[in-house]
């Protein structure tokens, strides 16, 4: 089946560690999406990237770093620098990065920092 | 001037009832506005979307209305059932910026 796969589902981690979460989509689309989530405030976006080995930084960059050295994946880093790293983290793509429609996103990986 | 602001923040609405959600944007060069539905740990997943050359756009018992002069577009969930018990998220685009800036989100239960 198509789709978007995020790993791990849930992670703990101790402060000052770094943490990569995983994000794999078959759908052959371009662009790719990390969202992080937290009650009451929506999505927010962190990184985009609208074609393989280029991404721009959304609007809460500071304290994640990505990579897209393939079109299927897309994966987050999150840095000891993130000072509230404690959230849900999404995966979207799209087919291309435009607002030609649907986002399809991955189940979502629960960060929780010790 | 990015914002999306989304209210009520939570609804409780009896089941054959109607849900109603707000949302309110500043940009007026956003011209996309999809709906998302998210189940508690699943990601969101696309509900409906309007372009603004329309006022209304239905699909089953979930209704988009747009108003453009207002910069305010909202979701109707008609003869409301338990199943429809989730979160959701407004949102808005504009062409080429490859940006879908969601608004805060309302948590919707919807008792038997």
């Known amino acids: 089946d198509g789709g978007i796969t995020q790993s791990p589902k849930y992670l703990f981690r101790k402060e000052g560690q770094n943490v990569t979460l995983s994000c794999e989509q078959n759908?052959?689309?371009?662009?790719m999406y990390w969202y992080r989530q937290d009650p009451g405030q929506g999505l927010r976006l962190i990184y985009y990237?609208?074609?393989?080995?280029?991404?721009q930084k959304g609007d809460i960059a500071e304290g994640y770093s990505v990579s897209r050295e393939k079109k299927e994946s897309f994966p987050l880093t999150v840095t000891s620098a993130q000072k509230n790293p404690t959230a849900f983290y999404l995966c979207?793509?799209?087919?291309?990065?435009?607002?030609?429609?649907?986002?399809?996103f991955g189940e979502g990986s629960r960060l929780t920092v010790l | 001037q990015q914002q999306v602001k989304q209210s009520p923040q939570s609804l409780i609405v009896q089941k054959g009832g109607i849900s109603i959600i707000n949302c309110a944007y500043e940009n007026t060069a956003f011209d996309y506005f999809p709906w998302y539905q998210q189940f508690p740990g699943k990601g969101p997943a696309l509900l409906i979307a309007i372009r603004p050359d329309v006022s209304e756009k239905k699909e089953g018992r979930f209704t988009i209305s747009f108003n453009k002069s207002a910069k305010q577009f909202s979701l109707h969930i008609m003869d409301s059932q338990p199943g429809d018990s989730a979160t959701y998220f407004c949102a808005a685009s504009s062409a080429g910026t490859g940006k879908l800036i969601f608004g805060q989100g309302t948590t919707l239960q919807v008792k038997p």
């Open positions: 990237s609208q074609i393989v080995n280029d991404f």
């Open positions: 979207a793509s799209s087919i291309t990065s435009g607002n030609t429609g649907e986002l399809f």
């Open positions: 759908l052959n689309h371009d662009a």
